[in-house]
């Protein structure tokens, strides 16, 4: 079963995906099905489903699981902000309110022949907006750098949780706080197990201007990025993500 995908939604193909540019493979070695924000008249990137007649119920089962993760992830943007000091409902009053919540099933293939140095799963990468709840299968893989501006890099197993989700911090996080709390480097290696996980990304709304909190920065600690707009940077990073992409 293939739907193929439309920009943000639909199947993703073996290597159509490079996460980090420098790996000299063709791609990563995994295929994926995106599911975006609700169907509407102003949204122009729909969601692509495969029939009723070919997966009974799927449709239903995956708009019911996105809408309780999505509300899961704005609770803990609430107590990012608390963690900040800031008022619970800031990333609202901020305007990255409604965030765009998009649902990524992703499927690693457990051939002998990904057992290769240039060859991952998902290669060297943060993800681009505030945070990102992670379930896996339990199957080894996903590694994390902590300090990730350190050469050489060292990487860590992320041990698995049974009926916790994994959570990253963003590019988006990382930008709002002048890197005190900083983007997760990550990434898949192929273990020679098939793999399964379901990610849930939650982006600033497009056109909201991220630039660093008043209380990230001082004389002596300036803001680190300039101020940018959430839609500009989201589509920059997809745009060198995936060369088929027509953005």
């Known amino acids: 079963m293939k739907v193929k995908r439309n920009n943000y939604s639909g199947y993703t193909e073996m290597y159509d995906e490079k996460l980090d540019p420098s790996v000299k493979s063709k791609g990563d070695l995994k295929e994926s099905f995106y599911v975006g924000p609700s169907e509407d008249a102003k949204n122009s990137n729909l969601n692509q489903w495969p029939s009723e007649e070919l997966l009974p119920s799927w449709r239903s089962t995956m708009e019911s699981y996105y809408e309780k993760v999505l509300s899961a992830g704005k609770r803990l943007l609430s107590l990012v902000a608390l963690a900040l000091d800031l008022e619970e409902d800031f990333f609202e009053k901020v305007g990255a309110y409604p965030p765009m919540g998009f649902l990524r099933l992703l499927h690693y293939p457990g051939e002998s022949t990904a057992l290769n140095d240039e060859i ?33 890099q060292v990487w860590e197993d992320v041990p698995h949780v049974k009926g916790a989700f994994i959570v990253n911090v963003g590019d988006m996080t990382e930008r ?71 953005i």
């Open 120 to 152: 991952y799963g998902a290669s060297s990468h943060s993800d681009y907006g505030m945070i990102t709840l992670l379930a896996t299968d339990g199957i080894p893989g996903l590694q994390i750098c902590q300090k990730k501006d350190s050469h050489p």
């Open 176 to 246: 709002w706080t002048n890197c005190l709390f900083r983007s997760t480097l990550h990434r898949v290696i192929a273990t020679g197990q098939e793999r399964y996980s379901v990610a849930f990304f939650l982006d600033p709304k497009s056109d909201c201007v991220v630039e660093c909190l008043k209380s990230c920065c001082s004389e002596t600690s300036p803001p680190r990025f300039p101020p940018i707009r959430s839609g500009d940077y989201l589509e920059e990073r997809y745009r060198l993500t995936y060369a088929s992409l027509k």
